[in-house]
């Protein structure tokens, strides 16, 4: 009989019995890669995804550059998580790992306590190229979609907001566990009364904003914006020679 074998057999079972119970086990992080953290439990190997760490350890990372999560990941090596084994195939001598065991519970619990209308004082604690993170209370956040943060257009939220910053948002979705805020709802909307104030014919002037591939954004007023489509030019150079970005017309 081979006592090494028996021993992992043994590993075997109690992961599969960790498993049924979501029990949490303290493990060392033993090094990290572009997808997780490497770990060791009981001489088995395991892997911890990045996908499976908590809200306070997710590497938060611009454009999700792959070299930069690494960086983030490595700061982690040596440093003991509260985990739970979610996948354990002896066959193959794979055991997968979560931190958001008791997590997911606590924050479903959390998330229950709010609905939709409900407005919020919140901090910012992150800002990234597709929205603003608001943290609502310890251990739960919030995302500020960029087409959520303001009537007018955003390009690029993390020249508006910095960690820290306070906002009132409004709760306009709560789904899977996650909560969607709004910080433009809280505000009238600029085109329920733009049918009325704007005809077919009329002369306005209007502030050049971006180009895109169907003509220029040109905004009216705060919020209300309209495009002037390329087919009044004759080529995309000539339209870009007629209407300079920032300038009014």
Same mark, same amino acid.
């Given at each position: ?8 057999? !043994?590993?075997? @079972? ?17 090094? @990290? ?14 892997? %911890? ?23 983030? %990941? ?13 996948? @354990? ?30 407005? %919020? ?18 251990? !739960?956040?919030? $995302?500020?979609? +960029? ?26 979705? #709560?789904?899977?566990?996650? +909560?969607?805020?709004? !910080? ?22 209007? #502030? ?18 309209? $495009?002037?489509? +390329? ?19």
């Amino acid at each position: 009989m081979s006592l090494q074998e028996a021993k992992q057999a !043994l590993v075997w @079972a109690e992961a599969e019995k960790a498993i049924k119970d979501k029990r949490q086990i303290d493990i060392l992080v033993k090094d @990290a890669n572009k997808g997780g953290l490497m770990i060791e439990w009981q001489g088995i190997e395991g892997f %911890l995804p990045a996908s499976q760490l908590s809200a306070e350890h997710y590497p938060r990372v611009e454009d999700g550059n792959k070299d930069e999560i690494l960086k983030e %990941l490595k700061k982690m090596v040596g440093t003991t998580l509260a985990l739970t084994i979610i996948g @354990a195939n002896p066959k193959e001598g794979k055991m997968i790992f979560s931190e958001k065991g008791s997590e997911k519970e606590e924050k479903e619990h959390m998330v229950s306590k709010y609905g939709i209308g409900d407005e %919020l004082d919140c901090t910012v604690t992150g800002a990234t190229d597709f929205g603003v993170f608001l943290k609502i209370e310890e251990g !739960l956040e919030g $995302l500020v979609h +960029i087409s959520e943060i303001d009537w007018s257009l955003v390009e690029d939220p993390r020249k508006l907001f910095k960690v820290g910053d306070t906002a009132r948002a409004k709760v306009i979705e #709560v789904k899977e566990g996650k +909560i969607s805020l709004s !910080l433009k709802r809280l505000k009238p909307n600029p085109w329920d009364g733009a049918k009325e104030k704007y005809k077919a014919s009329d002369t306005v002037s209007g #502030v050049v904003l971006k180009y895109n591939k169907h003509g220029a954004l040109v905004a009216i007023e705060h919020g209300v914006a309209g $495009l002037v489509h +390329i087919s009044e030019f004759e080529s995309p150079e000539k339209l870009r020679e007629a209407l300079e970005l920032g300038k009014t017309y």
